[in-house]
């Protein structure tokens, strides 16, 4: 594929892009190799692959949804990111208000909640997460690598009161 390397040491990230020419048949539209890049943080490096303004997406629009804009979660829309968590790293715990799908291609992560449960996802694995007050670890000597899905949702109501997001940006470590 290529032999350009991500922050985290892991391969670049293969987008290819489709869309439709002016007989409004399928095409390919674009093909990119990008490596992820290290967040200020420094405990993970990400690569926005595809975002959308809105849900549902719209199919007409014909930017590129790498270029429109979000933060380190979600401001709207979708977004679709692979993050690379670093060996012995963690995030701060952190809600977003969003239903987000992780899917674990590389290595393994431990997810633990509020109340200090916590569950090993292992390559192959795939967790849902539904607004909940949570933080990512990597337990181990080498990257993970997650495809993080993120879909904006409402706030989750706690006995009819919206819980308050604490995105990872604006938690200190």
Do not use: C
């Not at 949804?65 to 709207?76: A, H, I, Q, S």
């Not at 992780?102 to 997460?129: A, C, N």
């Not at 993970?144 to 706690?158: G, K, M, N, S, V």
């Amino acid at each position: 594929m290529s032999d350009i390397l991500s922050d985290s040491g892991l391969p670049a990230v293969q987008r290819v892009v489709t869309g439709h020419n002016e007989d409004g048949r399928a095409i390919f539209k674009s093909e990119d190799i990008s490596p992820t890049k290290m967040i200020p943080s420094g405990d993970a490096s990400f690569l926005t692959i595809w975002t959308t303004e809105t849900v549902p997406a719209d199919n007409n629009d014909e930017r590129d949804g790498r270029d429109l804009p979000t933060g380190l979660t979600l401001e709207r829309g979708s977004v679709i990111r692979i993050t690379d968590m670093l060996p012995g790293k963690e995030s701060p715990m952190h809600r977003t208000n969003s239903i987000d799908y992780g899917i674990v291609l590389k290595g393994e992560i431990e997810l633990e909640l509020e109340d200090g449960r916590k569950k090993t996802i292992r390559e192959g694995g795939i967790i849902i997460q539904r607004g909940t007050n949570h933080l990512w670890r990597n337990t181990t000597d080498k990257p993970t690598r997650i495809a993080f899905i993120l879909i904006e949702a409402p706030a989750y109501l706690h006995e009819g009161q919206p819980l308050d997001e604490a995105k990872p940006e604006h938690v200190a470590h």
